[in-house]
């Protein structure tokens, strides 16, 4: 058998802070689901390092472990919780504001949630006008923002004992802005900082105190933070490990499932429509044209990526592909999402796929926020720096390390992620073409 080198992973020894830049729905229902974890034995359903086996070797070796038993991960009883938020004072308070958990699962982990109390925020309203802060550091300078939460970070790890620390941004999608000359640097963002550049955004300045400080930093929204050239500048000098952007839960977690069996099959596409229905605090903030821009656009990159327009011109070169969601507030946290999608076969003739997907969107979320930590604490370990493209599994817009387009088909993600483990731990990659 062919010789595979193990990766120098150092263990995951003492305790692994993970960091949330918002303390709402999603954040709340992931740090529940741990504690009910790890005090009450209930699965940690829909996480992937927690719940799914992983192949070596041929099949007739019968080597299928869980991935948790198969790499160091940190144990979930060494996890210890940290947020910011402008809103909310603890995670008990923003649970019972979510009402995505039953009151009977809130009160059994009541007390450790209110212990997760939230430290106050870099908050900007011109970035999300649907939200009130006031729960806001008074610091007017940007710069000094960075500084106080770096400070932060410092502290937490301090005060809990922290050996490591991860940071996953969980907080709501900004209004929509390309990148400008403050991002093209990390001088030019340091000087943008000192200088109050209206280009900057809080996302922005979380990540780059996170950077600062040696933590990893995932993007969970659609927002411009570490796919930006002074982020990746500064992760690759600081060697950090960076990776982004937008959670995929819902509606694109159906596309990156459907498209490409429809591709695999050859079946041709007329149009795709989709809407969402959505009443929790995600879907107030999009609301507003300018933030609904943001997650559209990342909405929108998938199809065309997964299905190949240029290659299959006669198939998906003239897709109708609509996205639309809608501030519904008596749907709370239970998104629906509903997608008609048009196809063609044999000698053109026209078919229809509906889909109506009643999801819970923090239900759906919060075993991806679990997963990127502990798979960017790994990362972290592993000596990886830069951004961590084989995490494009839990993105509705992967970052790439170089100007290719991202891959969307989650297919191909998930035997990526399982192959860069594989390697890592002196594993063969499964390519499917043996045994």
């Not at 809103?87 to 009541?110: F, G, H, M, W, Y």
């Not at 070169?317 to 809608?326: A, L, P, W, Y």
């Not at 076969?345 to 923090?362: A, N, P």
Request: aromatic share 8%; proline share 5%.
């Amino acid at each position: 058998m062919e010789n595979h080198k193990a990766a120098n992973i150092r263990p995951a020894q003492g305790k692994l802070g993970i960091l949330t830049p918002g303390l709402g729905a999603v954040v709340s229902t992931f740090i529940a689901g741990v504690i009910a974890a790890r005090s009450q034995g209930k699965e940690p359903i829909g996480s992937i390092s927690q719940m799914a086996n992983i192949r070596l070797g041929d099949r007739s070796e019968g080597r299928n472990p869980r991935i948790k038993d198969f790499v160091p991960l940190a144990d979930l009883n060494d996890i210890v919780f940290g947020a910011w938020d402008p809103i909310s004072p603890n995670a008990l308070e923003a649970a019972k504001t979510a009402r995505v958990l039953n009151p009977q699962d809130i009160d059994s982990v009541a007390a450790e949630l209110e212990s997760v109390v939230a430290m106050e925020a870099v908050f900007d309203q011109q970035w999300v006008k649907r939200l009130d802060g006031v729960r806001v550091k008074e610091l007017s300078s940007m710069w000094d923002q960075a500084q106080a939460l770096v400070d932060d970070i410092a502290n937490f790890s301090q005060d809990n004992g922290c050996d490591r620390m991860v940071m996953v941004w969980c907080g709501s999608t900004e209004a929509y802005q390309e990148a400008s000359e403050v991002h093209m640097s990390v001088a030019a963002f340091e000087a943008g900082l000192k200088e109050n550049d209206s280009n900057i955004s809080p996302s922005q300045i979380y990540a780059y105190a996170a950077i600062k400080s040696g933590v990893p930093f995932a993007n969970g929204a659609p927002n411009l933070s570490v796919d930006l050239p002074c982020m990746q500048e500064l992760a690759e000098a600081n060697d950090v490990a960076i990776a982004g952007k937008d959670f995929k839960t819902g509606q694109t977690l159906m596309k990156t499932m459907i498209a490409p069996g429809l591709k695999a099959r050859m079946l041709g596409l007329r149009g795709w429509y989709s809407t969402n229905i959505l009443g929790n605090r995600d879907g107030e903030v999009l609301d507003s044209p300018e933030n609904f821009k943001t997650k559209e656009s990342s909405k929108l990159g998938v199809l065309d990526t997964i299905l190949q327009p240029d290659a299959y011109p006669d198939l998906y070169s003239n897709i109708d592909h609509v996205v639309r969601i809608n501030y519904y507030p008596p749907r709370g946290d239970n998104k629906e999402g509903w997608d008609a999608i048009d196809i063609f076969g044999w000698m053109g003739y026209e078919m229809q796929i509906k889909i109506d997907f009643l999801c819970r969107d923090s239900i759906l979320a919060a075993p991806i926020v679990l997963d990127l930590a502990l798979f960017m604490d790994l990362a972290q370990r592993a000596g990886q720096s830069g951004v961590q493209e084989w995490l494009s599994f839990y993105f509705k817009a992967p970052q790439t390390s170089n100007e290719l387009a991202p891959e969307h088909d989650i297919f191909i993600q998930l035997i990526k992620l399982k192959n860069t483990l594989r390697e890592w731990m002196g594993e063969a990659p499964v390519t499917h073409s043996e045994a």
